[in-house]
Nanobody, 124 residues
Framework: QVQLVESGGGLVQPGGSLRLSCAASGRTFSTYAMGWFRQAPGKEREFVGCISYSGGDVYYADSVKGRFTISRDNAKKAVYLQMNSLKPEDTAVYYC?????????????????WGQGTQVTVSS
């Protein structure tokens, strides 16, 4: 059984930074791609980015490219989302997810396990 626990969310001013963490337990973490998604109130869940099992490949949504960075530490069974230059439109609940398919899927249907989410609010 896989469990994912996000942390690091909070309130930040526009232009600020936050680093989200996702701790995994259960199956062999190092052999699976991971993804980050977000969901704002009244909107559908949106792909943010994903990282390959080794961390050697990363893919981002256009809306966050150049501002967000995904990384992972397989020894710690953790994946991270560094968010810089935050904007009010980045406000959402952020989820990490465990991919069922190989690296690169932007569809939530291709992710089997999800964390509970962590709230990020960007406001002055």
């Amino acid at each position: 059984q896989v469990q994912l626990v996000e942390s690091g969310g909070g309130l930040v001013q526009p232009g600020g930074s936050l680093r989200l963490s996702c701790a995994a337990s259960g199956r062999t973490f190092s052999t699976y791609a991971m993804g980050w998604f977000r969901q704002a109130p009244g909107k559908e869940r949106e792909f943010v980015g994903c990282i390959s099992y080794s961390g050697g490949d990363v893919y981002y949504a256009d809306s966050v490219k150049g501002r967000f960075t995904i990384s992972r530490d397989n020894a710690k069974k953790a994946v991270y989302l560094q968010m810089n230059s935050l904007k009010p439109e980045d406000t959402a609940v952020y989820y990490c997810a465990w991919a069922r398919v190989s690296f690169g899927s932007t569809s939530s249907r291709d992710y089997d396990y999800w964390g509970q989410g962590t709230q990020v609010t960007v406001s002055s």
